[in-house]
């Protein structure tokens, strides 16, 4: 099964809140995946944020869009690999996401 989207849910907990480094980066990477899904694809992404919470959901992702996802999951896996799941869990769900 395709994957059609991703959510990227709480808080790590790693330290004070606006000195989190771990947060930090998966803000980042997070929000720039949207960002340059739509900078650098003709793919259309639907993006939900409220604080700590951020659903992106897509259909039919080009191959640039495609590897834009794959790049977004190589950077959180690093994170989580470097910090641990303590602080960064990536969940594969029964739909693919």
């Known amino acids: 099964?395709?994957?059609?989207?991703l959510t990227v849910d709480g808080h790590a907990g790693y330290a004070k809140t606006g000195?989190?480094?771990?947060?930090?980066?998966?803000s980042v990477l997070t929000?720039?995946?949207v960002n340059s899904v739509e900078a650098?694809?003709?793919?259309?992404?639907?993006?939900?944020?409220e604080?700590?919470?951020m659903d992106i959901k897509w259909e039919n992702l080009s191959e640039q869009g495609?590897?834009?996802?794959d790049s977004?999951?190589?950077?959180?896996?690093?994170?989580?690999?470097t910090y641990g799941?303590?602080?960064?869990?990536?969940?594969?769900?029964?739909?693919?996401r």
Do not use: R, W
């Open 19 to 26: 000195n989190d480094i771990i947060c930090a980066a998966v």
């Open 31 to 33: 929000q720039n995946l």
């Open 1 to 5: 099964m395709t994957p059609t989207g």
């Open 85 to 96: 799941e303590n602080y960064v869990q990536v969940c594969m769900g029964a739909d693919g």
């Open 66 to 69: 495609k590897l834009l996802v």
């Open 51 to 53: 604080n700590g919470h």
């Open 72 to 81: 977004f999951f190589i950077g959180i896996c690093g994170i989580s690999n």
């Open 40 to 49: 650098l694809t003709e793919d259309k992404v639907l993006c939900y944020m």
